[in-house]
């Protein structure tokens, strides 16, 4: 479904990832780990098509196209979707509005009806109670006031709506109790099947505890250093990622 | 020392105003005038040297030649032309005003409660200027605002709206004023006045409207007294035609206990100076004062906010914002005077603005001068353009890009549209906030 080949990408001038290849099928789920710094959000951004993220070698394909030909909006209705590790604010836009708008632009290119008020309430109150959340959250604006706990939620239940085919969940746990983590995994583990991949990027492996991977990959300096099964990420729990940063270091000398 | 060859044409034209208008008309109220003028012509017009007019020239007001028409009937218009500027035959009181002057046709007015006085203020100046004696020009006073002077030795029509005490007019009173372009070009001086007794209670939009492209010149002065205990929502629409020159000043006096809203928005116009100055008397009072302009092409306008919380116990609220494209100007200017005796206040004040484009330009200075030492007050500005991760986050959600352009501006101005009480007006607001944003046709529901 998604393959990354050669992926340099620079962020105001200076190089992040310096070479990521990348393969994920349909069904499967890929974690990425790594230390602070290493790159893990610039790839997830990238494959959103953040501007300022600058692809300067390699290639992105996606069901047979060239993603990084894609508008960030195009992408999304393609069906890729971002889970962003801070969710933005934007007080005047009712949460509900801004969903329905959302999955309207996306169906549109499914080649799907739009739907009304009504079919609207229909499709998201399952969803809803899948991420324990209320009437009222749809009211509010979106993301406006919302606790670090509730702003991810939103996050995935929006995924759940928009029902993509390939999710990246950026540090989705991250400020999380141990409450809400259940919740948000529970909502990740019961949108996946066989023909929708994911690619979760965390730092720590106690997200993989709840939302097991098919394939763990470690980065450190802009690159893959290491993969493997889930039982890489308890062995990172063990280690830690000194060793793998050193790694890296030598890596990048090499290539040289 | 003014530039004499700008006050002249005006001082002659007074003249001309005064042979016309002065055999039918009370004698305090031709003496005032007198001195309006003597004002007038001794400062002459503002120019950028006045600290109050730094970022705004009126050059363009001062060099045109506008004519007053002293005496005459209002211009006639087909009732059609104002449809799109009402609020509801069936839902507000209308008095409407062509090129300053009162179209009883046009006009009418829903049930009012006994003693309610909804008026064209000619017909009070010529049969019974006396009850008008007590108040004009005591709120809006005209020394420091040249323009301010000019209305007062040149008005002739506008509203007269008296409640006696405990009266409540539930639905609103729509005052239109309306220009029709006129050749030469003519100057309008509509001035109201509004007195609120003790308890009593209404809602109020102004409506300042062109129906063909200008130039003309509105130079409206608003005077409100709210009574203690009385309450008033007030609202402005200023939607002047593209070459349109509008010039208003708003004074409010607010009595103990009394509440009032104003909120002032601003869309037409080529330049455009708007003045609200409210002043506590009493203790207690409560002030909510907002304004929104939204600015495109060359337009400019020039926001002057002045509360003078000259009592104790009173609170005040101010939140202006701007949304400036194209080459536009916005100026806001808002001072806050805490006095010495004003213990306990409480004042808030916040002017934010939206740059959509590179060559729009916003100058805001907010100010508070406190004097007393028991005071809760703060103020702050922000100039800024579009937030780039929340466009991100919309984009990547499968918003395209104009219209999570267009969806983030709305959401900047519904923050104060939300606070419109009137529906009718609120939802009129949302859609002209709306027709001026890109790809709004994914907007509508947006409210």
């Known amino acids: 479904m998604l393959r990354v080949k050669g992926l340099h990408v620079s962020v105001g001038g200076k190089e992040i990832l310096k070479g990521i290849d990348l393969e994920i099928k349909a069904g499967e789920v890929h974690a990425i780990m790594g230390p602070n710094g290493s790159g893990k959000t610039t790839l997830a951004q990238a494959l959103a098509g953040r501007p300022g993220y600058d692809v300067t070698k390699g290639k992105v394909t996606y069901e047979g196209k060239d993603l990084l030909a894609l508008k960030p909006e195009d992408r999304a209705r393609v069906g890729v979707f971002l889970a962003f590790q801070y969710p933005v604010e934007i007080p005047g836009v009712g949460n509900a509005y801004f969903l329905k708008t959302a999955l309207n632009a996306i169906r549109k290119q499914r080649g799907e009806p739009e739907l009304d008020a009504i079919e609207f309430i229909q499709v998201v109150n399952e969803k809803m109670k899948l991420l324990g959340l209320d009437e009222t959250f749809m009211k509010r604006g979106l993301n406006e006031g919302f606790s670090g706990g509730e702003k991810k939620r939103n996050e995935i239940f929006q995924m759940a709506v928009l029902e993509p085919r390939l999710c990246v969940l950026d540090e989705t746990d991250s400020g999380l109790d141990i409450d809400a983590l259940r919740i948000v995994a529970h909502g990740v583990n019961s949108m996946r099947n066989d023909k929708r991949a994911m690619l979760v990027v965390t730092h720590y492996s106690r997200l993989l505890g709840y939302i097991v991977p098919d394939f763990v990959h470690v980065l450190a300096g802009g690159r893959i250093v290491k993969s493997g099964g889930k039982e890489l990420a308890e062995e990172l729990e063990r280690t830690g990622y000194a060793g793998l940063e050193e790694a890296a270091a030598v890596a990048a000398t090499g290539a040289r | ?447």
């Open chain 2, 1 to 447: 020392m003014a530039t004499a060859s700008l006050t002249a044409p005006h001082v002659a034209a007074f003249e001309a105003f005064q042979r016309v208008i002065d055999g039918g008309e009370a004698e305090w109220l031709g003496s005032l005038r007198r001195k309006a003028i003597l004002r007038f012509q001794e400062v002459g017009f503002p120019t950028r040297k006045h600290e109050d007019w730094k970022h705004t020239d009126v050059g363009p007001i001062a060099r045109s030649p506008f004519r007053v028409d002293p005496g005459s009937d209002a211009p006639r218009i087909a009732g059609d032309l104002i449809e799109g500027f009402t609020f509801g035959v069936l839902k507000c009181s209308q008095l409407v005003f062509v090129n300053g002057r009162f179209a009883p046709r046009l006009s009418y007015l829903r049930w009012l409660p006994d003693g309610v006085q909804v008026r064209s203020l000619g017909e009070v100046r010529r049969a019974r200027p006396r009850s008008l004696e007590p108040h004009l020009a005591s709120i809006a006073t005209w020394d420091a605002n040249p323009f301010t002077a000019l209305n007062t030795a040149f008005f002739e029509d506008g509203a007269f709206i008296h409640l006696p005490k405990g009266a409540v007019v539930e639905e609103p009173i729509h005052l239109l004023f309306v220009s029709a372009a006129q050749d030469p070009p003519v100057a309008a001086h509509p001035r109201n006045l509004i007195l609120l007794e003790e308890a009593s209670q209404a809602t109020l939009i102004e409506s300042y409207v062109g129906l063909d492209r200008g130039p003309y010149l509105t130079n409206a002065v608003t005077e409100v007294h709210v009574g203690p205990g009385a309450s008033l929502d007030h609202y402005k629409m200023q939607r002047e035609a593209d070459a349109g020159f509008h010039v208003a000043d708003m004074a409010v006096h607010q009595d103990r206990g009394s509440v009032v809203s104003a909120t002032s928005i601003a869309l037409g116009g080529n330049l455009a100076r708007n003045d609200v100055r409210v002043t506590f008397q009493g203790e207690g009072g409560d002030l909510t004062l907002n304004g929104l302009y939204a600015l495109g092409g060359q337009q400019q306008v020039d926001n002057h906010t002045f509360i003078d919380h000259a009592t104790p116990n009173c609170t005040s609220r101010e939140l202006y914002k701007g949304i400036l494209d194209g080459r536009s100007r916005g100026i806001f200017y808002g001072k806050i005077l805490v006095r010495q005796d004003a213990q306990k206040t409480s004042s808030k004040q916040t002017n934010k603005n939206l740059l959509l484009s590179n060559e729009a330009f916003v100058d805001s200075t907010p100010g508070l001068e406190i004097l007393a030492d028991d005071v809760r007050c703060n103020h702050g500005s922000t100039i800024g353009q579009l937030d780039e991760n929340a466009v991100f986050y919309l984009r990547s959600r499968g918003i395209d890009e104009e219209a999570a352009r267009s969806l983030l501006t709305y959401a900047f101005a519904s923050e104060l549209i939300n606070q419109v009480k009137v529906a009718s007006m609120r939802i009129r607001l949302d859609q002209l906030i709306l027709s001026r944003l890109p790809s709004a046709e994914i907007l509508p529901e947006a409210a």
